[in-house]
């Protein structure tokens, strides 16, 4: 004989579960300073250029 469950998993506990399974991926938007793909609203990680062109990359 196989395992069973000790409780039933109810309907709103099975579909919150499986709420992750269909997420998206991040839309990409392209970097205006060096053209390369980047997250819209965040710093570019490869110019470190974001909105305006303000350089915010540190210099170390």
């Given at each position: 004989m196989g395992a069973l469950?000790?409780?039933?998993?109810s309907k709103g506990r099975k579909n919150r579960?499986?709420?992750?399974d269909f997420l998206k991926k991040p839309e990409m938007s392209k970097c205006p300073k060096c053209g390369k793909t980047k997250r819209p609203h965040f710093?570019?990680?490869?110019?470190g250029?974001?909105?305006d062109g303000k350089n915010l990359k540190s210099n170390k």
């Open positions: 469950p000790k409780r039933k998993i579960r499986r709420a992750n710093v570019c990680e490869f110019c250029y974001y909105g």
